[in-house]
């Protein structure tokens, strides 16, 4: 399966940081992104480092597309795969859909839904399922982001009843994977 490398993504990181080499400034004091700093995102195995200015760019509307963009693609690992530091990833995420002001939010919430469908369990869904995605036992991160919906239910919860985002914008497959990937 295909791979996304970590040269790759540091590139994807400097391309991002040379086109807006200011939109990392936009969310520096933002409450959703406390702590985001102080995790050592470069030691999670095909992570950049470069994670924190791509979630403070979430916040600045002129490159909140392309961060958006760069961002699920450092996350993940391929299609179908998240890579180690999405748990990490995760609660900034969650704050950040929840808040009505984040210009991409819909956007948030689609990357929250892959992500609630992607940390499933797979070990019982049968040969074919760990074919394609990979035994559990192989990928914690499936259950580290489950704990992390879980820790952040009221934000699920929150977003299902939200009413400012588009009518119809959670069909009822949605709602039960992140329901689902918010009960412990």
Known sequence: MCRIDVAAKEAAVARFLEEFPRAPRAG???????GCEDIAWAEF?????????????????????EAERVLGSVLMDGVF?????MPAALPFLLRLAAG????????????????AELSAP?????????????SDRDHPERAQCRAVFAQHADLVRGLLDDRTLPDGFFGPDERVSLLRAATP
């Open 28 to 34: 520096r004091a933002h409450p959703a992104l406390r």
């Open 45 to 65: 195995p095909g992570c950049p480092a470069g994670i924190p200015a791509l979630l403070r760019a979430l916040l600045d509307p002129a490159a909140a597309p």
């Open 81 to 85: 795969r998240m890579g180690p530091a």
């Open 100 to 115: 009505p002001e984040t210009s991409r939010r819909t956007g948030l919430v689609e990357l929250l839904l892959v992500v």
């Open 122 to 134: 797979v070990d019982g869904g049968g040969e074919r399922a760990v074919r394609v995605f990979g």
